[in-house]
């Protein structure tokens, strides 16, 4: 729930799930550097050479999602998603690491059904192609499924390290305040 001064041992699940976090936000980055340059295209073509391209609608929604989807898993792993930091400071200790395992949770089922159910879509529409690309027409939806499997990882990685750091400080009258 909120960020913590404690020094955490990094197994190899930790460091592959960091590196993973690090390409899924190079890949966001990416996609929004890509998201610039079609949207450029867009404008010099429609207005400098009077030829608007079809492509631009799809790919623009496509490089959106993604930026979108793998953005909001990579604020799961580092803990910058919507959250009350300001009210962890005042709660009881034994209440905080309840909060700070049960989110994570939360976050975890939410990731599980965005993943769930834009995998049903994408699967829905592969086999009817998008207007203006040869694209499937439910190309958005892989990236959200891939984003939503990712919050649900990385949200369950959150939690375990809660569960972890409650039970380690089961014994201390204080909380990290």
Same mark, same amino acid.
């Given at each position: 729930?909120?960020?913590?001064?404690?020094?955490?041992?990094?197994?190899?699940? *930790?460091?592959?799930?960091?590196?993973?976090?690090?390409?899924?936000?190079?890949?966001?980055?990416? !996609?929004?550097?890509?998201?610039?340059?079609? *949207? +450029?295209?867009?404008?010099?073509?429609?207005?400098? @050479?009077?030829?608007? /391209?079809? #492509?631009?609608? /799809?790919?623009?929604?496509?490089? %959106?999602?993604?930026?979108?989807?793998?953005?909001? &898993? &990579?604020?799961? =792993?580092?803990?910058?998603?919507?959250?009350?930091?300001?009210?962890?400071? =005042?709660?009881?200790?034994? @209440?905080?690491?309840?909060?700070?395992?049960?989110?994570? %949770? @939360?976050? &975890?089922?939410?990731?599980?059904?965005?993943? #769930?159910?834009? #995998?049903?879509? #994408?699967?829905?529409?592969? =086999? @009817?192609? !998008? !207007?203006?690309?040869?694209? /499937? *027409?439910?190309?958005?939806?892989?990236?959200?499924?891939?984003? +939503?499997?990712?919050?649900?990882?990385?949200?369950?990685?959150?939690?375990? *390290?809660? %569960?972890?750091?409650?039970?380690?400080?089961?014994?201390?009258?204080?909380?990290?305040?």
């Amino acid at each position: 729930m909120s960020d913590t001064n404690e020094t955490t041992v990094t197994t190899g699940v *930790q460091r592959v799930l960091e590196r993973l976090a690090d390409v899924v936000i190079h890949i966001a980055v990416l !996609a929004l550097l890509g998201l610039v340059v079609v *949207q +450029g295209w867009q404008v010099f073509a429609r207005y400098v @050479i009077n030829d608007s /391209p079809s #492509w631009t609608e /799809p790919v623009t929604l496509l490089l %959106l999602s993604t930026a979108m989807s793998l953005g909001a &898993a &990579a604020g799961v =792993y580092t803990n910058r998603h919507f959250g009350f930091f300001l009210l962890a400071d =005042y709660i009881n200790p034994a @209440i905080k690491r309840v909060i700070d395992a049960l989110v994570p %949770l @939360i976050i &975890a089922v939410i990731g599980g059904f965005i993943a #769930w159910w834009g #995998w049903v879509l #994408w699967l829905d529409g592969l =086999y @009817i192609k !998008a !207007a203006g690309a040869n694209l /499937p *027409q439910s190309v958005n939806y892989l990236p959200l499924s891939i984003g +939503g499997a990712l919050m649900a990882v990385f949200a369950l990685n959150r939690m375990a *390290q809660a %569960l972890q750091a409650g039970a380690g400080s089961a014994g201390t009258a204080e909380g990290d305040r």
